[in-house]
Every structure is written in C-alpha cells, then in structure tokens.
C-alpha cells in the first residue's frame, strides 16, 4: 500500500504563487507515476497534472505554462509548484498514484480575485 499526504495549500491572492507537496510512503517502489487533481466545489475531480517514472509529464491545457510538477527521484515527494493563480483554479487538490486505488486526502487552495 501507498499513503499519500499533501500539504502547502492556502490562500492567495491571483497571480499569485504556491508550491504544494505530496508525499509518500509505503510501497512506494509500485509507483509508476503520480497525479495531480482537484476538485472545485460542486463539480467533479480533474486531472491536472501528472509525471511517470521515465520524468514524462503531461499537463491539462488551463494550467501549462503556469504549473510545474516535479518529483524526487525515489518518489517519497511530488510537487506542484503554482504561478500565477487565477481565481478558476479555487479548488481542493489531491495526489494520486495513476493507476492504483490510492489517494491523499487533499489540500484547499483559495485564490482571491
């Protein structure tokens, strides 16, 4: 089994920055890769962002440019690193390890307009 924790959420005002966190333990030589989501209030959980084992990486279109994942190389921490907020991206962000049944229990992010 994989545990996974994020942290580093927060309020900010748009435009601005935050980095969030998410590590892991456990199992963690099964991973494969892992993911980012959020989920706004009342809408479902996206996909944001995500980074394999080989450093391939893949970003929903509203955020490239602007998010930047990157992970430690025995996977014990992925980051989101968030620049210029936007109020859109207001939302609960969770990480995932992609293709297993295992999630953190997320971090609120708040961006005031």
């Known amino acids: 089994q994989v545990q996974l924790v994020e942290s580093g959420g927060g309020l900010v005002q748009a435009g601005g920055s935050l980095r969030l966190s998410c590590a892991a333990s456990?199992?963690?030589?099964?991973?494969?890769?892992i993911g980012w989501f959020r989920q706004a209030p009342g809408k479902q959980r996206d996909f944001v962002a995500s980074?394999?084992?080989?450093?391939?990486?893949n970003y929903v279109d509203s955020v490239k440019g602007r998010f930047t994942i990157s992970r430690l190389n025995n996977w014990s921490t992925v980051y989101l690193q968030m620049n210029s907020l936007k109020a859109e991206d207001t939302a609960v962000y969770y990480c995932?390890?992609?293709?297993?049944?295992?999630w953190g229990q997320g971090t609120q992010v708040t961006v005031s307009s």
């Open positions: 456990g199992t963690i030589n099964s991973i494969d890769a």
């Open positions: 995932h390890v992609m293709g297993q049944p295992y």
């Open positions: 980074i394999d084992r080989s450093g391939s990486i």
